[in-house]
């Protein structure tokens, strides 16, 4: 579903992404994991097009990532959720059902305003709403087209813990639909139980990818060691 060749992005000099390569397939969760400034985001903006590539091939299902048939196919939850003053959280899903022509947009909008705890939040306008709102907003907007690819950057962070619970079984049912997720992420333990892969970034350049069980294998940690020693591990300073 998703094809990144020789992706590079530079900044002058500056390499921000260092020619990486990986594929997702289908009904596959892989948690993008890296310190600050390892390039997770730009990784990301590159991919969903809200950065231009230095160099690089990027297809999704198929076509170029920058076309609309691309752009049907996937949505994005950016760290900082944007949302627009002046229309009420109804409205924001209305929007959205009418750009991507959602059928019965009513039925499934108020389905995923449930299931976070928006309903009586419904009609309030987004100037108005708390980070954690905006969160769950932009997370129900992404939901609300059923695209066949998602890509969440820092999708945790802001939700209170049931919305954070609610997010994880969502995962896991987008997953055995055949969805195909990218969560990048500085909260380890929040993929650690629902990634098939780990994506591990450091500098611009991936230096683990693979299931964690496998990870742990290749780089001798023991088997009871957590994600979190084995990140700590990979990225420490030399």
């Known amino acids: ?14 390499y921000a992404v260092n020619g990486i390569n990986f594929s997702l397939e289908g009904g596959e969760v892989v948690g993008l994991l890296g310190p600050n400034g390892a390039g997770k985001s730009t990784t990301m903006k590159c991919i969903v097009g809200l950065l231009r590539k230095t160099a690089g091939e990027i ?36 929007f959205i059902a009418q750009a991507y022509s959602v059928s019965d947009w009513k039925q499934k909008a108020e389905h995923w305003m449930e299931m976070y705890e928006l309903i009586d ?5 987004g100037r108005d709403l708390s980070k954690g709102m905006r969160q769950k907003v932009s997370i129900c907007c992404a939901l609300l087209p059923d ?24 995962f896991r049912e987008l997953k055995e639909q055949g969805k195909t997720i990218l969560v990048s992420t500085h909260l380890i333990d929040s993929v650690e139980s629902i ?33 979190e020693d084995l990140f700590l591990e990979l990225t420490k300073d030399e």
């Open 147 to 170: 695209p066949k690819v998602l890509f969440f950057d820092e999708p945790m962070i802001g939700l209170d813990p049931k919305a954070i619970k609610n997010t994880k079984r969502i």
């Open 121 to 125: 939040k419904k009609d309030k306008l």
């Open 195 to 227: 990634a098939d892969r780990i994506m591990i970034m450091k500098d611009g350049n991936i230096i683990g990818n693979d299931t964690l069980s496998n990870l742990k294998a290749s780089f001798n940690q023991e088997n009871d060691a957590s994600l």
């Open 1 to 14: 579903m998703l094809e990144v060749e020789g992706l590079i992005k530079k900044y002058g000099n500056q």
């Open 59 to 94: 297809r999704i299902g198929g076509h170029d990532h920058l076309s609309v048939e691309a752009k049907k196919l996937f949505s994005y939850i950016p760290e900082t959720p944007h949302v627009y003053d002046l229309l009420t959280v109804q409205e924001h899903l209305q």
